[in-house]
T-cell receptor, first 115, second 110 residues
Framework: EAGVAQSPRYKIIEKRQSVAFWCNPI?????LYWYQQILGQGPKLLIQ????????DSQLPKDRFSAERLKGVDSTLKIQPAKLEDSAVYLC?????????????FGPGTRLTVL | DAKTTQPNSMESNEEEPVHLPCNHS???????IHWYRQLPSQGPEYVIH???SNVNNRMASLAIAEDRKSSTLILHRATLRDAAVYYC???????????FGTGTRLQVTL
């Protein structure tokens, strides 16, 4: 079974530029998550989708971050414009359902450096 | 989400058992106890989870206290590849999201 795919793996941009990350979850997984992991910290949930609907985006900085999951499969996370503090690893995860005992499967992440 | 408390770091010798503790005194009756680990430069990886009873899988064992206010992840024979940050996380009810703390950094030495 293929895992969660993310691209690109690394991205370096200047502040105020835009950037987009792509995630392809495990086939058939209804729930998709985007996490932000700043160096030395645990991952922080940014947004959670159930199929193509948003379940939780309470920690997403909506003035600059946006995400979509068209057709309930792939997802894109965008930052526009980027700030220095957005430098982090962006992790995508998926789970088969939306329940407390479900296992999340994580992708390798995209490391973003904002200069 | 209920809070968990873990030691910042632990050390183990290779091929010895490792017991990673987690305190969660405010756990509710419907909270699952999850353990994930994160190897260097990788995304988190599921290790094990449980609700009330002890659990075993090919990676580890999870021992849950009778009052559920603490749990212990047991790696039966640590190897160098087990060096990682281990996260103990609670979630419950209808919420599947995970709230990560800073975890325990496990070092394994020869």
């Amino acid at each position: 079974e293929a895992g969660v795919a993310q691209s690109p793996r690394y991205k370096i941009i200047e502040k105020r530029q835009s950037v987009a990350f792509w995630c392809n979850p495990i086939s058939g997984h209804a729930t998709l998550y985007w996490y932000q992991q700043i160096l030395g910290q645990g991952p922080k949930l940014l947004i959670q989708f159930q199929n193509n609907g948003v379940v939780d985006d309470s920690q997403l900085p909506k003035d600059r971050f946006s995400a979509e999951r068209l057709k309930g499969v792939d997802s894109t996370l965008k930052i526009q414009p980027a700030k220095l503090e957005d430098s982090a690893v962006y992790l995508c995860a998926s789970s088969s359902r939306y329940r407390a005992g479900d296992t999340q499967y994580f992708g390798p992440g995209t490391r973003l450096t904002v200069l | 989400d209920a809070k968990t408390t873990q030691p910042n770091s632990m050390e183990s010798n290779e091929e010895e058992p490792v017991h990673l503790p987690c305190n969660h005194s405010t756990i509710s009756g419907t909270d699952y106890i999850h353990w994930y680990r994160q190897l260097p430069s990788q995304g988190p990886e599921y290790v094990i989870h449980g609700l009330t009873s002890n659990v075993n899988n090919r990676m580890a064992s999870l021992a849950i206290a009778e009052d559920r206010k603490s749990s212990t992840l047991i790696l039966h024979r640590a190897t160098l590849r087990d060096a990682a940050v281990y996260y103990c996380i609670l979630n419950g009810g209808t919420a599947s999201k995970l709230t990560f703390g800073t975890g325990t950094r496990l070092q394994v030495t020869l």
